[in-house]
């Protein structure tokens, strides 16, 4: 009689089969990378400081975190100052327009 299949393994593996297609996009555009390694050396330095912070109090807080630590690396890869946008963005948003978009990368 098989075994059955733990909840975790099965949960994988419809999550592979859903994602499949992504596997293999590098084929169609080589110029990507093989793996996420860059954005991951990128965001170590948030995920630890918000380990010595003990985290976050809510999802919101979660939210707000990890959203200001993509902007701000992004800002950083991109050549721009990330201060300088957040500035932006809040300046219009309390007039009631739209936040700017992130920056192209400099030239």
Do not use: K, Y
Not at 28 to 40: C, F, Q, V
């Amino acid at each position: 009689m098989p075994r059955p299949v733990p909840a975790c393994q099965d949960a994988r593996a419809r999550e592979w089969l859903n994602d499949w297609d992504t596997f293999w996009v590098v084929l169609d555009h080589p110029d990507l990378p093989l793996t996420n390694n860059r954005a991951e050396r990128a965001l170590r330095h948030w995920v630890i400081a918000r380990r010595i912070g003990d985290g976050t109090r809510n999802a919101q807080g979660s939210r707000v975190f990890a959203t200001l630590a993509s902007v701000i690396e992004t800002c950083r890869q991109r050549g721009h100052s990330p201060w300088t946008l957040i500035a932006e963005v809040m300046r219009e948003r309390r007039q009631g327009r739209p936040a700017p978009i992130l920056p192209p990368a400099a030239a």
